[in-house]
C-alpha cells in the first residue's frame, strides 16, 4: 500500500513499526499510516498483538533493555517469509516472535544474563584441545560430551570433520564447544548445560554469521558459522 506524499511502505518496514509500536518507541509520523492499516487488516491485528505478548514477556522477566537485539533477530528471522507472502500477511509470527525474543532475553528461560548471541561468540575462540576421531561406524565423537549429550561425527556423512574443541563457562554456565572445517568454511557447535530456552528450532544471521539455535534432551545446542547457507546448518541441527 502506498500513502501519498510518502514512500511505499515494504513488508519488513510494517513489521518494525509494529514492533515499535507495541513497545511505545513508534514516531509520531508513522503512527497515522500504521493505524489505517491495522484498520484494514486483521492479520496485522494479530500480528501486534503477538508483538505485544512478547514486549509483555520481556518486562515480566526484567530485560526488556535488551529489546533492540531482539527485534533484529525477529526481523532478520522473518523479512524474507514476510517479503514472499505480502506486506498485510507473515508466516509464524506467533512462534517464532516469542521463541526468538526469548532466546535473546535469555537461556534459561530468564533466570541467568546469559544469552544466544553471547553463546554464538563462543565460535570465534580459538581451540583448546584437540579431537579424536570416531572408530568405524559410530556416529559420535569419542571422549567429547557436555550435560550428558555427545557430539556427532559429522566426516563421512556431511564432509564436515571436527578439528578441535573448547570448554568456556559464561554468567555460570558451562559451555562445551567443537569446531569443524570443510574445506575452507568452518562451523562451531556449543551445548549450553542447564536449563533450556522456551524455543523451536530457530534460525537467523547476525553480523553475517548464521545462527541455528534448538533443544536437546532439555539443553540448548547453538550452532554457527560465517558464510554457510541456513539450509546446511538446519540439515545438520536435524540429524
Known sequence: MRLPGRHPRTPASIERDLTRLADGTLDASRREPLERLLTASPDLRADLREQRRAVAALRAAGRFEQAPVAVRVHHRALAGRARRRGPTRTVGLVGATA????????????????????????????V?????????????LPGVRAAGLTFPYWGDRFGWRATG????????????????????ASIAYTIVAGPALP?????????????VTWTRRGH???????????????RLAAW
Open 128 to 140: 583448546t584441545a584437540s579431537v579424536a576421531e570416531p572408530r568405524d561406524g559410530q556416529t559420535a
Open 199 to 211: 524455543a523451536r528450532l530457530t534460525t537467523w544471521t547476525d553480523g553475517g554469521r548464521t545462527i
Open 165 to 184: 574443541m573448547r570448554t568456556d563457562r559464561l554468567d555460570g554456565r558451562p559451555l562445551t564447544t567443537v569446531f569443524y572445517r570443510r574445506g575452507a
Open 220 to 234: 540448548t545446542c547453538v550452532l554457527s558459522g560465517r558464510g554457510i547457507p541456513a539450509r546446511e546448518l538446519q
Open 99 to 126: 521463541a526468538l525474543l526469548w532466546a535473546v532475553v535469555s537461556l534459561s528461560g530468564g533466570q541467568a544474563a546469559l544469552t544466544v548471541a553471547q553463546a554464538a561468540t563462543i565460535a570465534v575462540r580459538p
